[in-house]
């Protein structure tokens, strides 16, 4: 099922944190397989790359990895930086690989930058870069806090602030560095994918969706993330920033005394509930997403069903426009 360009078919299957979009992906994989058609899925989240970093950021578990090949996981420590430039080298190369093995690729996350990347083709790798100005966002950051930069980043690049979560010092950092080097300047146009790709969307509602955020922090808790902040922390410095992520920055709280265990887990929802706002807000904005109501107990068949038209019609075919 490969393109010409050594491209697999692609779906996306995108959505707010705690929409379904794992259970959904592994379900799919599933029904795919049954029906002769193997399957790999492509992590797009982008704290899913951090090796030991499991229970916070709602990774799947070695038994659900055993099932189908995953790819975009545990791609460094947490004390390595990690560039959205390097995630799309990496899926391009397990996308081949995907392609050579004549499998369907699903795309799963809720990183819309990592998403857009790879299926429209985002040039990351003509943003600017500079070690100079880097280490000079990241002593702001350490000196004068988050908010300092935010300022900053709001003052000299609006538009680009306005569309990145400013709670994420690693996105705020990033953002500040090429706002520096090139104000506010759009990003380059995406290139394409090099064929047609099937985007799907989960929508919750609001209500069901803070639910669903409530119990999956509690349940996180329950399941030792305090004990897996614990351990890592022994091995790498508190202060770096991917321990700003949600549930980590919570249980470090909780450790110091700072936060009870029920104020942690209120916190880690609050957070998440935010993200999913602004995760919704950079959807609204992707074009040509068929969104499904996610809701209710979502039918894969119905999804099946999508996936199948798309590979017995045009998906099947290399796109000729690049999109």
Known sequence: MSSPDGLPPLVVLAGTTASGKTA????LAAELSARGVAAEIVSADSRQVYRGMDIGTAKVTPAERARFPHHGL?????????SVAEYAGHAREALAGIAERGAVALLVGGTGFYLRSVARGLAVDELPWDPEVRASVEARLA??????LVRELR???PTRSAAIDLHNPRRVVRALEIARLRGDAPLPQPRGYGREVLWLGLQVEPPVLRSRIQ???QAQFDAGLVEETQALVARYDAALPSFSGIGYAESLAL??????????IAEDARRNVLLARHQATWFRRE???????ATRDLPTLDVLSAVESYLAGSGARAAHDGS
């Open 24 to 27: 959904l992906s592994l379900a």
């Open 74 to 82: 545990d791609l460094v420590e947490p004390d390595r930086p990690f």
């Open 143 to 148: 000196s004068d806090g988050l908010p300092a």
């Open 155 to 157: 003052a000299l690049a």
């Open 215 to 217: 119990a999956r922090a």
């Open 255 to 264: 450790l110091a005394g700072r936060l009870t265990r029920d104020a942690a």
């Open 287 to 293: 074009p040509d997403i068929h969104w499904l109501d």
